[in-house]
């Protein structure tokens, strides 16, 4: 049986998709490309990918809208590639549930570097030991990677947004400095001036119903980093 990661490319440029086809395929990957949204559906019917590298600039459906469709389905995990410098569109990406971005041009061993370590969380993530964990007021499915509330109200997670809140559950009433964020869901080390880190905190806080301007769940330590203030229970 094949056991290789299964890697989806989307790229309406020919020559990316087919550098990053054969450098993967050469990193032990099945490697599987498409050039816009309706090939990509396509390719999604017939294969279940472990990771997708999609395009923001590309004809039809844009990346962001394909993003959109994609994550009412599934928790994939997905690197954005960009164009752009400026940081706007990889602001976008993480709001919409992107997991990570890469801007163009980039070094295939950079991106190699983000796949695997996404792969690894993702691994993680899925064996986490409990199937529910309580904490607050809420409860965390983490094989649907869902949210229930005391209410029964079920909110569905992103990739960014589920590997951020285990973090916070796997060190509960721990700092977590903008670092340590960056390098568990991201793999590397926050830069300087970032705001993926502060968009990413802000939307889970608002899925938690965390006040941003002066949350009580999720607390800014001024100089140092995050906390989550709450008692964590595992069932299951």
Same mark, same amino acid.
């Given at each position: ?9 989307? @790229? ?17 990957? =099945?490697?599987?490309?498409? =050039? ?24 039809? @459906? ?63 993530? =899925? ?32 990739? =960014? ?76």
């Amino acid at each position: 049986m094949n056991s290789a990661k299964q890697i989806l490319i989307v @790229d309406d440029d020919t020559e990316i998709r087919e550098l990053l086809q054969e450098y993967l395929a050469k990193a032990g990957f =099945a490697v599987t490309t498409a =050039a816009e949204g309706i090939e990509m559906f396509q390719c999604l019917n017939e294969i279940v990918p472990d990771l997708i590298i999609l395009d923001i600039m590309m004809p039809g @459906d844009d990346g962001f809208t394909l993003c959109q469709k994609i994550r009412r389905d599934s928790n994939v995990p997905i690197i954005m590639l960009t164009a752009s410098s400026d940081e706007t569109d990889r602001v976008i990406g993480l709001e919409i549930g992107a997991d990570d971005y890469i801007a163009k041009p980039f070094s295939p061993r950079e991106l190699l570097a983000r796949i695997k370590a996404l792969l690894r969380r993702a691994q993680f993530s =899925a064996s986490s030991g409990s199937r529910y964990i309580h904490f607050a007021n809420w409860r965390l499915d983490t094989l649907k990677r869902s949210l229930t509330s005391q209410d029964n109200e079920e909110l569905e997670l992103s990739g =960014a947004d589920y590997n951020l809140l285990m973090l916070f559950l796997q060190h509960p009433n721990q700092i977590l400095d903008r670092d340590t964020i960056s390098d568990a869901t991201r793999g590397r080390e926050a830069l300087p001036m970032e705001r993926g880190i502060d968009v990413q905190l802000s939307r889970l806080r608002q899925r938690l119903g965390d006040n941003g301007k002066s949350p009580k769940l999720i607390k800014t330590i001024r100089g140092a980093g995050y906390v989550l203030i709450a008692e964590v229970k595992h069932e299951g």
